[in-house]
């Protein structure tokens, strides 16, 4: 089955620094990449997704960049606020197999420090 | 409605007690999820409804009994749980279109076994 790692495990950042997080996914068919964020006693929310077919995505002041090749995606926060705060998951799925199931990374727990 | 919605919010049961978890949405979703959440850890995918018919059931114990009565509603059915038990579980819904895949989370349950 697939298998996602993810780093680093916490990140801890200056107010308006950036933040990356990696992960690397092991199944080549996998083609939806979506990212989490959950706050502390929350839902995890969809902040962002790619998809395989893409290369690159932004959102303001998030983006999320794919390497088929080397089976590995990024997120990637500009000018960190406080309000950024909070664990970020990174996931894998295959869609349009009938397998939607959601393989989670471990989490990166960003703190962003005023 | 663009919620997913789950109760109760807490639940504490004792390891004889019968108790269900409810998940509800009006987002005209086709496919649900339950997942389990231990502290620090990712969302572990426990079962799949599609178009109300298990499609995933990723080797769940039989204590945990999921059902889907319509398109809205996923039940979790608990019975003769551990205390190793004790998690969060999350509901999570998705189209079931090619174009559109991504998954959006209920609040959660938090569940305590004593």
């Known amino acids: 089955g697939e298998n996602v790692e993810q780093h680093p495990s916490t990140l801890s950042v200056q107010e308006g620094d950036s933040a990356v997080i990696k992960c690397t996914y092991s199944d080549s068919a996998s083609n939806y990449f979506p990212w989490y964020k959950q706050e502390l006693g929350k839902r995890p929310q969809l902040i962002i997704d790619?998809?395989?077919?893409?290369g690159e995505k932004k959102d303001q002041r998030i983006a999320v960049t794919l390497n088929k090749t080397a089976k590995h995606f990024s997120l990637h926060i500009t000018e960190t606020q406080p309000e950024d705060s909070a664990v970020y998951f990174c996931a894998a799925s295959k869609e349009g197999t009938g397998r939607r199931a959601l393989t989670f990374g471990s989490g990166t727990r960003l703190q962003v420090q005023p | 409605d663009t919620e997913v919605t789950q109760t109760p919010k807490h639940l504490v049961m004792g390891m004889t007690n019968k108790k269900s978890l409810k998940c509800e949405q009006h987002m005209g979703h086709r496919a649900m999820y339950w997942y389990k959440q231990k502290a620090k850890k990712p969302p572990e995918l426990m079962f799949v409804?599609?178009?109300?018919?298990?499609?995933i059931n990723e080797s769940v114990p039989s204590r945990f009994s999921p059902e889907c009565p319509n398109s809205s509603l996923l039940n979790l059915h608990l019975h003769a749980l551990q205390p190793e038990d004790s998690a969060l579980y999350l509901c999570a819904s998705s189209q079931e279109l090619v174009s559109s895949y991504e998954q959006y989370f209920g609040p959660g349950t938090r569940l305590t076994v004593t």
């Open positions: 790619i998809r395989s077919n893409v």
């Open positions: 409804y599609s178009y109300e018919k298990l499609s």
